[in-house]
């Protein structure tokens, strides 16, 4: 047997074993009532905006007093602190447009429109 062959038939079983979760919903079974699902759907959206909004403000704010501190203490600025400069910089932004990005996408279950029409 050929290791393409091996490959395959291995990528074939994971996809199988993979399809039974994809069509999974702790909500299939009907025991809950439309007006009951939508309220806990609204909760846990609430709940995942207000996490990811104090995450958000946490990574930013940590983030911007280390360059803070960085700028105003001659003492830190060698060549190491540099590089922790650096990662900062970049866990900065993290916080302040990538997570809050992300969540609206996680909360809406699509990228927002930007105004323009979508082409179908």
Do not use: K
């Not at 007006?35 to 958000?56: F, K, Q």
């Not at 990662?87 to 809050?100: C, E, K, N, Q, Y």
Request: proline share 3%; net charge negative.
């Amino acid at each position: 047997m050929r290791h393409c062959d091996i490959a395959r038939r291995m990528a074939e079983d994971e996809e199988e074993r993979f399809s039974a979760y994809v069509d999974w919903s702790p909500w299939s079974n009907g025991s809950l009532s439309d007006e009951r699902l939508t309220l806990s759907s609204a909760v846990g959206d609430a709940a995942i905006c207000v996490v990811a909004a104090i995450l958000s403000v946490v990574t930013a704010g940590g983030n911007l007093l280390v360059v803070i501190s960085y700028q105003m203490d001659r003492h830190l600025q060698t060549v190491t602190n540099y590089f922790l400069l650096s990662l900062s910089v970049a866990d900065f932004t993290i916080g302040a447009i990538s997570m809050p990005l992300y969540t609206a996408y996680l909360v809406l279950g699509h990228w927002p429109s930007s105004g323009r029409p979508e082409i179908l």
